[in-house]
């Protein structure tokens, strides 16, 4: 066999080599064709990567006696999509009492692991809210991922309540907080705050300004009673979405008829939400007729003490009947949030220098999943406008689109020598879309380069050219692709021969070391896997530290599928999900699954989160 003859160096090598000959032989086949497929590319869809930061001090014992800001965050949870996205958690009082890494949600019991997290929160003396934020931050910046969009939802009830006898001044909490709103604004992380001024000493400003700096919204209650809508508004502020105030009722002790207007064939996620003190049941009918279960296989259902959220799963296009029975003279409150694959661009302009007097034409479609959208009712149903900022002066001239065919189209007049953006926004009921900006330059007073002339290319052939052979063209493309093929296919072999010589660790672990004498935690610290290679010991992941110096005794080794591989040594106590674990023979980890080591000589425990 051709693998028991290379060794590691020899593949290694090979592959290396093979790697630059693809790169030449791809660029020599896709760069004719790059500029007229580059448009079709498909961007995948919009995932969001959330940290919940929670006040938990004493006060809130008070000011949400009835935890119901715990219902709502669980709520938020369970809006968000069925897989992709990501949720991190902070609580904090004047230092960080809990915490929990970014988690992927790829399954219902990700989201419940979640909302357990949540439950199982303890109150704590003071507050410092730079402890809170910069944390966040440190959260997201160690495991958001790029493609995704951050936020931070804080919630808080008051204003700082520092601990004298730490020596910690307002006046350092002040300049902490300060530096991380700039790091939040650095790395594009708007902050969500939600004040809870149930003893009406909230310091709005306070919070008004984290958000309005860091491109977030700032909401303020007077009860805690309003939290599960604020939070709503909250998802769907963050994904371009609208609430559908649905129905409002007065339950009888009977079943009460809701109607459910899917709007399009769009609609990605319709999450109902009913909101009610009391039990409520519920019943679905489908645009057809037809009785659905809830739960089933389209139609999802999470519960708690104050709400109960139906989310519907590419639901069908038109009216469902909702029927609900709750608690007689209950208040019971029914929104919908739709979520949408849908992205608005503008088509490219002819040129980006103009001048003053000239008309530019502007189109803008819908696109799904990077398939322009071609069903004119869509288009018919939204409102459309161009809005043209001027940069030099800062006016914004608002422009209504034509939404009367599957386009939205309508003419901006350049109206002086100066720099302009434009930028498309569409409305409807349930949802907004705003395309990327596009910038036109008219400060010149250079034509555009998009009127008619000669050198644009786009001409015909002249009368002296050749007529290209097709025929030739694209037998050459074929054995360009052929081989390419080979290329490809001799290189992933040697790649999975080298890769399975050196098989590594992808993801990373969540440390937190406790004291079994005082309580007390270590901040979380974030270990890499990706520079280990074959195995390596809790002891490597702890930097060595002569005191823990037993834990040296559990050691890591890759799985399949990125799993992890733990064994334990002798006199080692590994627990699991609360239980005792044999570790001595072995025990798998998937993302998200936690364990404690227990060092009896030191009386500490390590606690262990991986994370991929």
Known sequence: MLHKHLSKRTIKSQIFSIVPALFLVLSLAISPYAASTAHAAAPAPSHIDAVLLLDVSNSMNKSDKNKIASEAMKMFI????????????????????????????????????????????????????????????????????????????MLADGNNDLNEATGRTQSQSDQELNQAVEAAKKNGYPIYTIGLNANGKLNK??????????GGKAFATDSADDLPQILSEIFASHLKLKIVPVQSITANGSYQDVTVNVPNANV?????????????????????????????????????????????????????????????????????????????????????????????????????????????????NMNAVLLATDIDTGTVEEIPLDNSGDVFKGTFEVKDNHNYELKVRAEESSFYRESDTVKVNAVKGTAGTGSTGAGTGTGTAGANEEPTDTSTSSKTLYFIIAGVLLLLAAGVALWMLWKKSTRGFVGQMVLEVRDGNTGEKTYPQYKKLNGFRGKFTLHQLLQLAPELKESEKLIFTPGKNDRLLVRGGDGLTVERSGRNADASRGMELKSGDRISVLLPSVDKTIMIEYLV
């Open 205 to 214: 400003q306070i919070l008004a300004d984290l958000s309005d700096k860091t």
């Open 78 to 153: 369970d809006m968000l999509s069925t897989q992709g996205d990501k949720v991190g958690i902070v609580a904090y009082t004047d230092k960080v009492q809990r915490e929990k890494a970014l988690l992927q949600i790829s399954s219902a019991d990700d989201k419940q692991d979640l909302k357990d997290f949540i439950d199982g929160l303890d109150r704590g003396s003071y507050t410092d809210i730079a402890v809170g934020v910069e944390e966040a931050i440190k959260v997201l910046q160690n495991g958001s991922d790029p493609s995704h969009e951050p936020m931070i939802v």
């Open 268 to 380: 990605l996620e319709a999450n109902i939400s009913i909101m009610s003190s009391q039990p409520v049941t519920a019943k679905l009918t489908d645009p057809s007729g037809k009785s659905v279960a809830i739960p089933s296989g389209d139609v999802l259902l999470s519960k708690s003490k104050t709400y109960s959220l139906i989310k519907l799963l590419t639901p069908q296009q038109g009216d469902w009947k909702l029927q609900v029975k709750g608690v007689a003279k209950d208040k019971i409150d029914i929104n919908l949030v739709f979520n949408y694959d849908l992205e608005l661009k503008i088509d490219p302009l002819s040129s980006n220098a103009y001048k003053k007097g000239d008309k530019i034409d502007i189109a803008s479609h819908l696109f799904s999943n990077g398939t322009q959208v071609t069903l004119s009712n869509l288009y018919q």
